[in-house]
């Protein structure tokens, strides 16, 4: 159980134009989504929370008109990158949590995206 | 704000033989979680192995088992018998359990470890 998807795993795109990337939660409803960046060989770092029908919280240093993200149901969460330029690419990972999962703060991580920009 | 630290961006291991990763951590919460996650090649993130900050008992599965000292605030990993799967990237982390930053974690820099044969 808890399983988390990620679509596309690998995306290339022209400098310029917008990406989107899909998190879905395929047998349990994720309250609560979280994206992170990854660079080779370096930790991931958080760039928003979002909560199912609220606006995502991003984290300082995040542009919130570059990177959309949309929580529209309890098993989707999708990070658009708007205007992607190549310093946008980079390893994208999902992860998810639900209610029961507090009692140990688990969240679930989908296989990530590579977005490369060309 | 919490931060956690690994000093080893590389290790190396031989097969069979055991080796401890290091994670220190930095926090003015009581109650926490910590966690091992591992990211072999296919980049999926694993979970290892948890550990919550109010349980005096380290935590094990298996191979793999953490020595936590919270006055230290140090949470190592030992791998027993290391495999040559578990040649990876492992990550520390730390989530509160409340506060700010109550849900979010927050992973070390990373540790490559490669097992060799």
């Known amino acids: 159980g808890a399983v988390v998807s990620q679509h596309p795993s690998w995306v290339i795109c022209k400098s310029g134009t917008s990406v989107k990337i899909e998190c879905r939660s395929l047998?349990?409803?994720?309250?609560?989504m979280f994206w992170y960046r990854q660079f080779p060989k370096q930790s991931l770092m958080l760039m928003a929370t979002?909560?199912?029908?609220?606006?995502?919280?991003?984290e300082q240093g995040v542009e919130k008109d570059k990177f959309l993200i949309n929580h529209a149901s309890l098993t989707l969460s999708t990070l658009t990158v708007t205007s992607a330029h190549p310093e946008d690419s980079s390893f994208y990972i999902c992860s998810a949590s639900y209610p029961l999962a507090v009692d140990y703060n688990e969240q679930f991580f989908g296989p990530g995206t590579r977005l490369t920009v060309l | 704000a919490q931060t956690v630290t690994q000093s080893q961006p590389e290790m190396s291991v031989q097969e069979a033989e055991t080796v401890t990763l290091s994670c220190t951590y930095d926090t003015s919460e009581n109650n926490y979680y910590l966690f091992w996650y591992k990211q072999p090649p296919s980049r999926q993130m694993i979970l290892v192995i948890r550990?919550?900050?109010?349980?005096?008992q380290n935590a094990t599965e298996n191979r793999f088992s953490v020595n936590f000292q919270k006055a230290a605030k140090s949470f190592s990993l030992k791998i027993s018998d290391s495999q040559l799967g578990d040649t990876a990237m492992y990550f520390c982390?730390?989530?509160?359990?409340?506060?700010?930053?109550?849900?979010?974690?927050?992973f070390g820099q990373g540790t490559i470890l490669t097992v060799h044969p």
């Open positions: 047998d349990f409803q994720a309250t609560t």
């Open positions: 982390a730390f989530i509160p359990d409340g506060g700010t930053s109550y849900g979010k974690l927050t």
């Open positions: 979002s909560n199912e029908g609220s606006k995502a919280t991003y």
């Open positions: 550990q919550e900050a109010y349980k005096q």
